[in-house]
Nanobody, 111 residues
Framework: QVQLVESGGGLVQAGGSLRLSCAASGIIFSRYAMGWYRQAPGKEREFVATITSGGSTRYADSVKGRFTISRDNAKSTVYLQMNSVKLEDTAVYYC?????WGQGTQVTVSS
């Protein structure tokens, strides 16, 4: 059974940093591209970042230069380092391996 469990969300001031984690189980993690998406209140879920099995990364324009996605295959975990956060980064953040989603972790940015 595939499980994706996000953690690391919380309340952070604008300009601050936060690191999200997503631990995967039930898959051969190293073979999968992994992605982060987010959904703000009243909005559709949107792409944030992805990392391939080989480590290539891609980012949404809105987070490029501020967020960094990385992975640790030994721990079956993908990370999202969020720096210089903005109010508009407030959302529930989800990870995915392309077919399934975790339960999400709330990130709230305060002014």
């Amino acid at each position: 059974q595939v499980q994706l469990v996000e953690s690391g969300g919380g309340l952070v001031q604008a300009g601050g940093s936060l690191r999200l984690s997503c631990a995967a189980s039930g898959i051969i993690f190293s073979r999968y591209a992994m992605g982060w998406y987010r959904q703000a209140p009243g909005k559709e879920r949107e792409f944030v970042a992805t990392i391939t099995s080989g480590g290539s990364t891609r980012y949404a324009d809105s987070v490029k230069g501020r967020f960094t996605i990385s992975r640790d295959n030994a721990k079956s975990t993908v990370y999202l380092q969020m720096n210089s956060v903005k109010l508009e980064d407030t959302a529930v953040y989800y990870c995915t391996e392309g077919n399934r989603w975790g339960q999400g972790t709330q990130v709230t940015v305060s002014s």
